[in-house]
């Protein structure tokens, strides 16, 4: 049977309760969903900048517990679609996030943030690209010349899934990534190639191990509560050790 992917994203109140204001959804067999919906918690100025998605916009949407979709209620139908889709975000962990803090759990995800740390560098796979954002790759891949021209706003949830189907295809189309793959590479930590502080600021991972691995080693237990780095550090610091032998 071959796998099929639903493409989804999120718009919310705040960075903390992410109290969910907006879902949309496509598929690449004809699934359309776009929904607001009127929060329990109070959305905060610094989102509202961000999806201008305001109370007063928002007032009269359905709540997500009263939603229905084409007669079926809501969470009904995405549980099904949860069955029967891989789905994809990106920064999959917070879109996640926000439909389990509803009660929707979907077994089989990819994050194509993930998958983009892994796969765009440069200077020959050492270094990180600027910005593994949405947008940032759109233009950065020059996807954005052969979009739809009718999704072409940013930080709207609907207009993001375009692009991040977008990008997914080109994944596909560039990676010998198999599904399996994508999914074990978005569970794993994302990818981190340089530091951006430090006095080793701008340097790679992969350098500092090679020229003071003390430092890196030292800097492993100091960054004890950034969990990404730390497996990163450690990730490079044995592939280094496995080079002196």
């Not at 690449?28 to 959305?43: A, K, R």
């Not at 951006?196 to 430092?215: C, P, Q, S, V, W």
Request: aromatic letters at 12%; hydrophobic letters at 40%.
């Amino acid at each position: 049977m071959q796998d099929k992917f639903l493409f989804f994203d999120t718009e919310t109140t705040d960075m903390q309760s992410k109290d969910i204001v907006q879902l949309a959804i496509i598929s690449d067999d004809g699934v359309n969903l776009n929904m607001y919906f009127n929060p329990v918690q109070e959305i905060s100025i610094a989102s509202m900048a961000i999806h201008h998605l305001t109370p007063e916009y928002l007032r009269d949407k359905p709540k997500f517990t009263e939603a229905n979709y084409e007669g079926i209620p809501l969470k009904e139908y995405l549980e099904k679609l949860a069955k029967e889709y891989i789905w994809v975000a990106h920064n999959a962990s917070f879109d996640l996030e926000v439909l389990q803090k509803k009660g929707i759990e979907i077994p089989k995800s990819i994050c194509t943030f993930k998958l983009a740390r892994n796969m765009f560098t440069e200077d020959n796979g050492k270094r990180d690209i600027e910005s593994y954002s949405l947008q940032f790759l759109r233009y950065y891949l020059g996807l954005y010349k052969k979009e739809n021209a009718e999704h072409i706003i940013a930080h709207d949830a609907l207009s993001d899934v375009h692009f991040l189907q977008d990008l997914f295809h080109y994944i596909q189309e560039k990676s010998s990534l198999t599904v399996e793959n994508m999914i074990t590479i978005s569970q794993e930590p994302p990818y981190i190639r340089t530091i951006n502080f430090g006095k080793y600021a701008g340097r790679t991972l992969e350098d500092i191990a090679k020229m003071d691995r003390e430092y890196l080693e030292w800097l492993r237990g100091t960054v004890s509560d950034k969990e990404d780095l730390v497996w990163n550090i450690e990730r490079v610091l044995s592939l280094n050790k496995m080079t002196l032998f």
